[in-house]
């Protein structure tokens, strides 16, 4: 995995969002992402947004948003994050196209990581088979149940495999994403994030 660079690149992350996406499944860790900067406030990460067609997506309870690409017509990512929410878990699961993109997205990035039910949807894909992963504590038991190859972890807010991460419900993805600022770039980095956000989360 990346580290602390003496001059850092800006790392290429991309958020997919889907109708009915949990909103702060991916604003979370959009707003991390997008505060982690240098001390001359060189930002570290850039963050892209990416629907299935590019088209404009209604996340949970309504709030409308247009995304910066399509899954097909978007750039090479270090980092792809799959949200969770009632569209992960009960409709892009069930999109085969949705599937094969992500598992050839796997062997293409850096990390993928997934925030709350959008474990799921890796599990799904077969990418967390003999891995640990986490989940909504409301859903853990379907991922254990459905996914029997999956090692599932409860009471922790994140799980680290490495290549693949995955974090517990909602708020959780806030700490993952620290958790990556942490380990891409350094400590520091993330509690002056955790600072500017004003959150009470330990790295």
């Given at each position: 995995?990346?580290?602390?660079?003496?001059?850092?690149?800006?790392?290429?992350?991309?958020?997919?969002?889907?109708?009915?996406?949990?909103?702060?499944?991916?604003?979370?860790?959009?707003?991390?992402?997008?505060?982690?900067?240098?001390?001359?406030?060189?930002?570290?990460?850039?963050?892209?947004?990416?629907?299935p067609?590019?088209?404009?997506?209604?996340?949970?309870?309504?709030?409308?948003?247009?995304?910066?690409?399509?899954?097909?017509?978007?750039?090479?990512?270090?980092?792809?994050?799959?949200?969770?929410?009632y569209?992960?878990?009960?409709?892009?699961?069930h999109?085969?196209?949705?599937?094969?993109?992500?598992?050839?997205?796997?062997?293409?990035?850096?990390?993928?990581?997934?925030?709350?039910?959008?474990?799921?949807?890796?599990?799904?894909?077969?990418?967390?088979?003999?891995?640990?992963?986490?989940?909504?504590?409301?859903?853990?038991?379907?991922?254990?149940?459905?996914?029997?190859?999956?090692?599932?972890?409860?009471?922790?807010?994140?799980?680290?495999?490495?290549?693949?991460?995955?974090?517990?419900?909602?708020?959780?993805?806030?700490?993952?994403?620290?958790?990556?600022?942490?380990e891409?770039?350094?400590?520091?980095?993330?509690?002056?994030?955790?600072?500017?956000?004003?959150?009470?989360i330990?790295?």
């Open positions: 995995m990346p580290i602390n660079n003496d001059l850092p690149e800006r790392y290429q992350v991309g958020i997919l969002l889907f109708d009915e996406v949990e909103v702060m499944d991916f604003a979370g860790p959009f707003e991390v992402f997008s505060l982690a900067e240098t001390v001359e406030k060189q930002k570290l990460f850039q963050v892209h947004t990416i629907s067609d590019g088209q404009q997506i209604s996340a949970r309870n309504g709030l409308k948003v247009q995304p910066d690409y399509a899954i097909h017509h978007m750039p090479a990512l270090d980092i792809l994050i799959i949200p969770g929410g569209g992960a878990e009960e409709i892009i699961i999109d085969p196209v949705i599937i094969e993109w992500i598992q050839t997205q796997s062997q293409q990035v850096k990390l993928l990581a997934s925030i709350c039910t959008g474990a799921l949807v890796l599990a799904e894909a077969g990418l967390l088979n003999g891995l640990q992963a986490t989940t909504h504590w409301m859903d853990l038991d379907r991922l254990q149940h459905d996914y029997p190859e999956v090692i599932v972890k409860s009471g922790v807010k994140f799980v680290d495999q490495g290549a693949i991460m995955t974090s517990a419900g909602i708020s959780a993805g806030i700490h993952l994403a620290l958790h990556i600022v942490k891409w770039v350094n400590i520091e980095c993330a509690r002056t994030v955790i600072k500017r956000m004003d959150i009470d330990e790295v």
